[in-house]
C-alpha cells in the first residue's frame, strides 16, 4: 500500500503507478477542498487526503472529488440539510420547477421559453443560498431577473421589492410624459389615474402625453339624469333598467347621449 508520511508537510513516500488517470494537484481547490497530498492506492481505489474549508481534514476518493460529487467533508451536505426549511430553500425549488417541470403552472412562461437555471446554482443551494444572502436577501423580497429573457444566474438576478418586479414584467408598458420614461404602473401612482383609464385612452389612440395629461372626470353620483318624463341619479337608474351602474357611466363618459346610454342603441345599433 501506498503511504504518505505527513500531512501537515505534503511529504509523500513515493507516487503511485498511473497517477496521471487520477491526478489531483497538491495545493489545488476542488469545491471547499483543497489537495494536501498525492493520491494514494488503498482499497482498489485511489485517495487523497483534502483539507475542507471548515478546517477538517480528511481522506476522499479520489475520482468522486475529480468528477465533482465530493466538494467538502460532508459539512456542506450538513448545512444544507440544516437549512432545507429555510424560506430560499423554498424559492430555490420553485426556481427549478418554473424552468424544468413541465406541470408547474408557470412552465410555459420560463421553461417553456427556454429560461434556465444556471449549473452554478442547478445542482447546488448553498451556491445559491450564499449568493442570495450576499446580494441583500431578507424576507420582504422576492427573486427577480434583471434581463426577463435572461437566466436565472448571479449576473442577471437580484433580491427585489414587489413594486420593482411588477415594473420588470414582459408585459410591462412604458410611457413617456414631459421627457420622462416609466412604466403605466408607476405613472398611474404618480399621478393618481386608475391603469385601466390609461390603457382606454390609449386603445383610443391617444398619445403617451394625451393619456397621461388629461384629468381624470370625477363621478358625480348625485347628478340626475331625465329620460323618457323621469330624473334619478345613475345608481337609480342602473337598477330600473338593470344595466351595470359602470356601463352607464362609461358610455356618457364617452360622449354618449342620454338616450343612448340608457338604451344601448347608438348609430342604429344595439351594444
Known amino acids: 500500500m501506498h503511504r504518505i508520511t505527513s500531512v501537515s508537510f505534503l511529504e509523500v513516500t513515493d507516487i503511485p503507478e498511473n497517477y496521471g488517470k487520477h491526478n489531483v494537484n497538491i495545493g489545488g481547490k476542488y469545491g471547499n477542498l483543497t489537495c494536501i497530498s498525492c493520491p494514494i492506492y488503498e482499497n482498489n481505489t485511489y485517495v487523497a487526503y483534502f483539507k475542507c474549508d471548515c478546517g477538517n481534514i480528511k481522506k476522499i476518493n479520489v475520482y468522486s472529488v475529480l468528477k465533482g460529487n465530493t466538494k467538502s467533508c460532508s459539512c456542506l451536505f450538513t448545512k444544507a440539510n440544516n437549512l432545507s426549511r429555510h424560506k430560499l430553500y423554498s424559492v430555490f425549488s420553485n426556481m427549478k420547477d418554473r424552468c424544468y417541470n413541465k406541470k408547474c403552472h408557470a412552465y410555459m412562461d420560463y421553461g417553456g421559453r427556454g429560461v434556465t437555471v444556471c449549473d452554478e446554482w442547478m445542482g447546488n443551494f448553498l451556491s445559491f443560498y450564499d449568493w442570495s444572502i450576499k446580494n441583500g436577501y431578507t424576507d420582504s423580497l422576492t427573486l427577480d431577473r434583471i434581463d426577463v429573457n435572461g437566466n436565472y444566474e448571479p449576473s442577471n438576478c437580484r433580491w427585489a421589492t414587489w413594486k420593482m418586479q ?15 420614461t416609466k412604466t403605466m404602473s408607476e405613472w398611474s401612482r404618480e399621478l393618481k389615474i386608475p391603469t385601466s383609464t390609461i390603457n382606454n385612452r390609449l386603445l383610443k389612440g391617444y398619445s403617451d402625453e394625451e393619456a397621461l395629461y388629461k384629468p381624470v372626470r370625477k363621478q358625480n353620483r348625485g347628478k340626475v339624469y331625465s329620460f323618457k318624463g323621469e330624473s334619478h341619479t345613475l345608481v337609480e337608474w342602473s337598477k330600473i333598467l338593470d344595466i351595470k351602474r359602470n356601463t352607464l357611466y362609461l358610455r356618457l363618459y364617452n360622449n354618449w347621449t342620454t338616450e343612448e346610454a340608457f338604451t344601448g342603441i347608438k348609430n342604429g345599433v344595439k351594444y
Not at 167 to 180: A, F
Open 166 to 180: 411588477q415594473n420588470n414584467k414582459r408585459n410591462s408598458k412604458y410611457l413617456r410624459y414631459k421627457g420622462i
